[in-house]
């Protein structure tokens, strides 16, 4: 039998597991060249990653921001996902009462 952890809290999950599939792509169309991007010298920009040891290839996902993600959570931190699926509580500042 295969054993599952959280990836959010790090517990053994027994039979209860959820798994969230995240996929991330662009809104827009990454092929379409704006006025900027005629404006780059591409050829030096990849000279100087070559020369500053950058030159390695970028995976394919990476390229447009394209990619999925996969986690395995328990109960509590899938109704805790549902609730605040961005994590943004984590984040905003904590709000005190004025005592
Ligand atoms: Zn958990």
């Given at each position: 039998m295969q054993h599952f952890s959280c990836d959010l809290c790090g517990c053994q999950i027994d039979d209860q597991r959820y798994v969230v599939h995240v996929e991330l792509f662009p809104?827009?169309?990454?092929?379409e060249l704006s006025s900027a991007d005629l404006d780059v010298d591409h050829l030096h920009a990849v000279s100087q990653s070559i020369m500053q040891g950058e030159g390695l290839p970028v995976p394919p996902e990476d390229v447009n921001g394209t990619g999925t993600l996969q986690f395995d959570l328990c109960r509590e931190c899938q109704l805790r996902f549902r609730r605040d699926p961005l994590g943004k509580s984590i984040r905003s500042p904590m709000h005190f009462s004025e005592n």
């Amino acid at each position: 039998m295969q054993h599952f952890s959280c990836d959010l809290c790090g517990c053994q999950i027994d039979d209860q597991r959820y798994v969230v599939h995240v996929e991330l792509f662009p809104a827009f169309n990454p092929d379409e060249l704006s006025s900027a991007d005629l404006d780059v010298d591409h050829l030096h920009a990849v000279s100087q990653s070559i020369m500053q040891g950058e030159g390695l290839p970028v995976p394919p996902e990476d390229v447009n921001g394209t990619g999925t993600l996969q986690f395995d959570l328990c109960r509590e931190c899938q109704l805790r996902f549902r609730r605040d699926p961005l994590g943004k509580s984590i984040r905003s500042p904590m709000h005190f009462s004025e005592n």
